[in-house]
């Protein structure tokens, strides 16, 4: 296990990347001489960032995100988990390589497009990846280290932003780029240490890399008898999915296996969770609250909002598997709807209406900052890594990294017109805009609770088996997969049978050594193969892939 979780946190890394990135262009758009090289020069000669041109700076990363969520599904399975991993990174670094030597804006957004690529296909590789190589057990809380990484550079690139936004020199903002040019040789270098998706190198008919890799993740040896049931999971789930053939775009809507329910979740939740409103205070806090009049300067605010991000995100990784993932997202819903009504409300009566006396505003901008801090710190609780989680652990391997595409893209979409639109919207209306994030959060609740059913504890196979039974999502909580009804019903028998053999032990007459046992080792062995026995020069692997049969496969 200890395997799986150093290589699912190095795969993590690419949340890092994000995170930074969101962190490290909000402090920027309010440093003087950033202002001067990407902004306008005004009627009184003093230069000024508009709105249109914030929204420019933020969204162009968004729009290269979406394109590049969907574009990694032309790599994920020719490269492989791993080398899709390492190309991206390698474009992740030649961007971040135009932007730190931008001299307008021009260049910076064109830099921060080709980022956004390699952030986008990050966002669906990595929850791939860990979804088909953590542990069952150990699944949702490997895929919350996604959200920690976000969280983590979240919080260095407010840290940087306060360290370097009071030189006069363009140090002050090409050092925070600079600096995730170190983000991008890290994730290059960790994905060469790490294993390739066990899935994967089954599907491609590569056994044995796929048993070692099996092995590897759960510090096993091959002989032991976790990598022959994994297998057999996986050979089954395998066999099953390349029945249909090749898979293609249209099969992610289809009416098999629930896949179009599957498919709208994913993009749904993708969609509820950009709306939750935590993205406007990464992206604007610092103009956003110079504009409230608040007590604290803008960068010590942002600081404080980082490292609440992460701390509450951590407890996360306890909570995914312990409350669950509709808990999660049922509660944090409500909590960050509540959170939004005030701070709207008394961010407008308080702190931008005409009239407001130096003190109110200043208490108005305390109360908003208050509630902008509780708003973050349930959003890295439940809904900034659940929907992560739920992305990798939905689909069906045939269709995988096309459904986490969808789900990637949509999430970088919405990210971009939020990204785009916010500042305008503000520039409007104010603190009024969190009431459309309250109305939002609203509506996730409602969909939560009617269409996204439970799947802590149970494979990705057995995922299949839940949508498959078309149980409810309020109940799905207690639902338990086939195999498990079947263990319960073995048990049930060898008790009623053990009880009999009790009963009637003073009436039977006595057996001679041997007598009667034929018969029932006949009906509970599997067809030729004595029951425990493996035939020699096997290991457990090769003796599973003998009694199930072949594995055709589906390239």
């Known amino acids: 296990m200890r395997r799986s979780i150093v290589f699912c946190f190095f795969a993590a890394f690419g949340g890092w990347v994000f995170g930074y990135d969101i962190g490290y262009i909000s402090g920027c758009l309010i440093m003087p001489n950033f202002v001067e090289h990407m902004g306008q020069q005004g009627a009184d000669g003093l230069y000024y960032l508009s709105a249109q041109r914030q929204s420019i700076i933020t969204s162009l990363l968004s729009a290269g995100t979406f394109f590049g969520a969907l574009l990694q599904t032309l790599t994920s399975d020719r490269l492989g988990r791993r080398g899709s991993i390492i190309f991206w990174s390698t474009i992740f670094t030649v961007g971040i390589v135009i932007q730190t030597s931008s001299f307008g804006i021009a260049q910076l957004t ?10 986008g296909a990050l966002s669906a590789i990595v929850p791939l990846y860990i979804g088909e190589a953590a542990p069952k057990k150990l699944r949702g809380s490997l895929l919350v280290l996604y959200q920690v990484q976000i969280a983590s550079g979240l919080f260095l690139a407010y840290i940087i932003d306060l360290g370097t936004h009071h030189l006069s020199s363009p140090a002050s903002w090409r050092i925070p780029i600079s600096l995730q040019l170190i983000w991008g040789v890290l994730l290059i270098l960790g994905a060469l240490a790490l294993p390739e998706s066990p899935r994967l190198l089954l599907g491609k008919g590569r056994e044995q890399e796929a048993i070692s890799a099996i092995a590897r993740l759960n510090d096993a040896k091959v002989e032991d008898s976790v990598v022959a049931e994994t297998m057999e999971e996986l050979e089954d789930a395998i066999r099953e999915e390349n029945e249909g053939g090749k898979a293609s775009w249209l099969e992610c809507f289809s009416t098999r296996s629930a896949m179009w329910k599957r498919t709208m979740n994913g993009m749904m939740i993708q969609f509820l969770q950009q709306l939750n409103g935590q ?30 991000s992460l701390a509450c995100v951590i407890p996360a990784m306890w909570t995914i598997e312990n409350v669950g993932r509709r808990k999660s997202l049922l509660i944090g819903a409500l909590a960050q709807a509540a959170c939004a009504i005030i701070a709207g409300l008394v961010g407008h009566f308080y702190t931008a209406a005409p009239g407001v006396s130096a003190s109110t505003k200043q208490l108005g901008g305390n ?14 609780l439940f809904w900034g890594p659940t929907p992560w989680v739920l992305l990798g652990e939905t689909f069906p391997l045939r269709v995988r990294p096309k459904c986490i595409a969808l789900g990637s893209a949509t999430n970088w979409f919405w990210n971009f017109m ?16 969190l009431l459309i994030f309250f109305g939002c959060l609203i509506f996730a609740f409602f969909y939560v609770f009617f269409f996204i059913p439970e799947t802590k504890g149970i494979s990705l196979e057995e995922v299949d088996e839940l949508y498959r039974s078309s149980t409810p999502p309020w109940k799905s909580a207690s639902w338990r997969p086939a195999s498990h009804r079947a263990s319960l019903d073995a048990i049930g028998r060898d008790r009623r049978i053990s009880e009999t053999t009790v009963v009637g032990s003073s009436t039977e007459k006595p057996k001679r050594d041997g007598e009667g046992e034929p018969q029932v080792q006949a009906e509970r062995a599997e067809p030729g193969l004595e029951p425990g026995r493996i035939e020699a020069g096997m290991n457990p692997v090769q003796q599973g892939r003998k009694n199930r049969g072949p594995l055709n496969i589906v390239h």
């Open 367 to 380: 109360i908003l900052i208050a509630f902008a801090v509780i708003h973050v710190s349930c959003f890295s």
């Open 418 to 433: 939020l990204s785009y639109f916010s500042p305008l919207i503000a520039n409007d209306i104010g603190p009024l805009i």
């Open 110 to 119: 064109v830099g921060r497009c080709i980022a956004g690529f390699g952030v």
């Open 279 to 308: 993205n406007f205070y990464y992206y604007y806090g610092p103009v956003f609250f110079e504009a409230a009049g608040t007590s604290l300067s803008s960068y010590s605010i942002q600081a404080i909002l980082g490292g609440i």
